[in-house]
């Protein structure tokens, strides 16, 4: 069920009314007094930013000095809220100069009531693409002085581009150079045990690009993602041999892309908004290509020391690197000196984590650098208490590599002028939450 909103409400931090706007009859106007009794006046406002008083929901944000409260009377989707309050103050920072604060609203009074009658309609959200508003909404706000100055762009036809099915991309764009970048940047999640064991593991993944083509083009792209590999096999009727197939979970997708032929064709293919943008995001549980394995040894020699061994193998092939290695070993708080052999990198102990800090700033492939520390403790005369043995948290960044296995098998771009394309695929996996128990 949409958002259908009876009333939003702009509130600063003392809790008066900046603006507001009545889209129903169903609420009476003075239902921010309620919000600012039950709510504000009892300081209950970090405990949850959905609150129902009587027979109205209240969904609230605070966005800089600036309470954003939306008053429904009916069930209502409470993500396509705060989804409609955040995309409504990227549109209002784009007509401010990137400024949205108390000042900004108290100076814009009529254009914010003109943007609130757009982008809501009897309370349910409409378009709030600031590209498009810009065409027929032509008032400028009263920007900021340190804002950046706009930019002069061609205004094209703005019926066109309201009405039509490519609302995310204007006419008339040309360049010199046409090039598509694309980004496939994965997160690994990884929790393993101290023998090596893997106890939970998943990986979530999505893709950048950054398009500078000329004219309406469309482009079609294919991965080695199990059920579109089915699919195409199907359509040439005979088996594909693109190697290993990846199995994808909770795909979304951006606007651009073609769903119903998605559907029909599981092929991802999309006229590309101008710019930077994020194609789609997905997660993969199963089949992860675990780029480092640890392997620690902790033994404590008696109440005051303590011999910390770890060995860390790189996984990937032996002609990539990873990036930034970090290697945080947690110690109890009343260490008071250690001693370090390490391989690879440097390392030392960073008191105001109670850790011992290894890092490794190129770190080759199918290598198994080892870190050898004594650890002395304060002695204390009071009864010692067993140390809950934190987990081992790793940082990195791998260049052209994917814990997933996903590829990017092709990268078509048709435009009715025929012109020369250059497209620039990168693979890059980070550190999501990478722990080792010790």
């Not at 009476?28 to 009892?42: C, E, L, P």
């Not at 694309?182 to 990884?190: A, C, K, M, Y």
């Not at 070993?329 to 290894?358: E, H, M």
């Not at 080759?364 to 043995?389: C, F, H």
Request: proline share 5%; net charge positive.
């Amino acid at each position: 069920m949409p958002v259908s909103a009876s009333a939003i409400y702009f509130l600063n931090l003392r809790g008066d009314v900046l603006i507001n706007r009545l889209y129903r009859d169903d609420v009476g106007g003075n239902m921010v007094d309620a919000f600012r009794m039950h709510i504000m006046q009892t300081k209950e406002l970090g405990t949850c930013p959905v609150r129902q008083i009587g027979g109205c929901s209240f969904f609230y944000m605070r966005i800089s000095n600036v309470y954003i409260v939306i008053v429904v009377s009916s069930n209502a989707n409470v993500a396509c809220a705060f989804k409609f309050v955040v995309e409504a103050v990227a549109l209002f920072k784009s007509y401010f100069g990137g400024a949205f604060d108390e000042d900004a609203i108290r100076n814009n009074f009529v254009l914010i009531y003109e943007l609130l009658d757009e982008i809501m309609d009897f309370g349910y959200p409409q378009n709030l693409s600031p590209e498009i508003l810009k065409l027929y909404i032509t008032q400028e706000g009263v920007r900021s002085p340190f804002s950046s100055k706009p930019s002069d762009k061609p205004v094209p036809n703005a019926t066109l581009q309201v009405t039509g099915a490519v609302g995310w991309r204007r006419e008339g764009l040309v360049y010199k150079k046409n090039e598509v970048f694309l980004d496939i940047v994965e997160s690994v999640n990884l929790l393993m045990s101290s023998k090596g064991s893997v106890l939970r593991c998943d990986v979530t993944g999505k893709i950048l690009m950054k398009c500078f083509l000329s004219g309406m083009p469309d482009l079609k792209l294919g991965l080695n993602d199990k059920i579109g590999l089915e699919k195409e096999s199907q359509l040439k009727s005979r088996p594909t041999k693109s190697g290993k197939t990846i199995e994808l979970d909770d795909v979304t997708f951006h606007q651009c892309v073609n769903l119903t032929r998605f559907n029909s064709e599981k092929t991802v293919s999309f006229v590309p908004p101008d710019g930077e943008f994020e194609l789609m995001k997905y997660r993969i549980t199963e089949g992860v290509n675990l780029p480092f394995r640890v392997l620690p040894t902790i033994k404590e020699l008696g109440r005051t020391r303590m011999e910390v061994n770890v060995k860390v193998k790189s996984v990937f092939g032996a002609k990539m690197f990873a990036l930034g290695v970090v290697i945080k070993i947690p110690v109890p708080k009343q260490t008071a000196k250690t001693s370090f052999q390490v391989t690879s990198g440097r390392a030392k102990y960073n008191a105001s984590i109670d850790c011992l800090v290894w890092k490794i700033r190129k770190f080759p492939g199918q290598t198994e650098p080892t870190m050898s520390a004594e650890v002395e403790l304060i002695s204390t005369m009071a009864e010692k208490k067993s140390w809950t043995r934190p987990p081992i948290q790793m940082e990195f960044q791998v260049p052209m590599f994917t814990a997933s296995g996903l590829r990017v098998r092709f990268l078509k771009v048709w435009e009715k002028n025929g012109y020369n394309t250059v497209e620039w695929v990168r693979y890059i996996t980070k550190a999501g939450s990478y722990e080792v128990r010790c």
